[in-house]
């Protein structure tokens, strides 16, 4: 893990990111860096870095990592810039009317992906990523550290790729090609933990990340996580069991989320104490209930 020292006069920056920066070469712009915040480790990006590699030498669509980087202070990594590149949050914002053929496309690319076996020599298993960061989380609850580790047991064992953050704003698309991007939670396991950040983002993630970094409002990513959710799984969308299911995901994704950051976790407490639903699961009922009124 020796990182090579770059020099930042020969790049410009170019857009902020949650954790990083962005960054094109001055001498050659088919170049991009990505350089995280001083206050990620180094681990943090060499975790990304590495698995991007190698999910490019797999043959999965993504841009190619060259080089592993520090400025001393900041981790990063570069890679192969695509070019005339938009992410589908951006594609939403710009051109609602598209909301549902990109939420078909992303259905269609996590489908591929989820039926990818995944070299398990190389990643790990996304249910003991989030088993381990729960259980050395201080800051949950035994109670509630409990109720996540029966939510973690209900996941499917399974050994095909999983991306670990999948939602609209880590798909980029140019020249009628679409490539996965930040991929520092690729690992292995059941498609349902995918499909609980998606929730995770409609539901939990605050306004300002949704209006500054995504560029999408908080419906436009319910109605693109519903559709999503119409594509991927077909009629078995309104199956309860999985609605169940993919809630119990959704609470694993953002516990894992709360347990590395500094955000308060009462709303995780209220939410299994008093069995709160969150509102894009009350919106899913409903349309389901409409149906079988229909239907009858």
């Known amino acids: 893990m020796q990182a090579e020292i770059i020099d930042m006069d020969q790049w410009y920056a170019t857009g902020r990111g949650g954790y990083a920066d962005s960054y094109f070469n001055k001498a050659d712009e ?8 001083k206050e990620y480790p180094e681990e943090k990006a060499w975790q990304e870095y590495s698995r991007s590699r190698s999910v490019f030498n797999s043959g999965i669509p993504c841009p190619e990592p060259i080089a592993f980087v520090t400025t001393g202070d900041r981790y990063g990594f570069i890679s192969r810039r695509i070019t005339g590149k938009r992410s589908l949050t951006r594609i939403v914002s ?19 992906l989820h039926s990818t076996p995944c070299d398990t020599a190389i990643f790990e298993s996304n249910v003991e990523i989030c088993r381990r960061q729960i259980n050395s989380c201080g800051k949950f609850p035994d109670d509630i550290k409990k109720k996540l580790n029966a939510c973690l047991d209900e996941m499917e064992p399974a050994s095909t790729c999983l991306h670990g953050d999948i939602h609209p704003g880590n798909v980029i698309t140019a ?6 991007i930040d991929l520092g939670e690729f690992g292995y396991g059941d498609p349902e933990l995918d499909f609980g950040s998606l929730i995770t983002l409609c539901e939990w993630t605050p306004k300002k990340v949704l209006d500054d970094l995504l560029h999408i409002t908080r419906k436009q990513c319910r ?24 809630y119990h995901a959704a609470l694993i994704d953002y516990a894992c989320a709360l347990s590395t950051s500094d955000d308060n976790i009462k709303p995780l407490m209220t939410i299994f104490r008093k069995q709160r ?3 894009f699961f009350v919106m899913v009922i409903l349309d389901l209930i409409v149906k079988e009124k229909k239907h009858n």
């Not at 088919?30 to 915040?37: A, G, Y």
């Not at 710009?94 to 591929?112: H, S, T």
């Open 175 to 180: 020249g009628g090609k679409y490539y996965w």
């Open 277 to 279: 639903f969150r509102a």
């Open 30 to 37: 088919t170049l991009i860096l990505k350089l995280n915040f």
């Open 94 to 112: 710009q051109e609602p009317e598209r909301i549902e053929e990109m939420a078909a496309k992303l259905a269609e690319m996590a489908g591929k």
């Open 223 to 246: 109605e693109f996580t519903r559709l999503y959710g119409e594509y991927y799984y077909g009629k078995r969308f309104h199956d309860r069991a999985l609605l169940r299911k993919l």
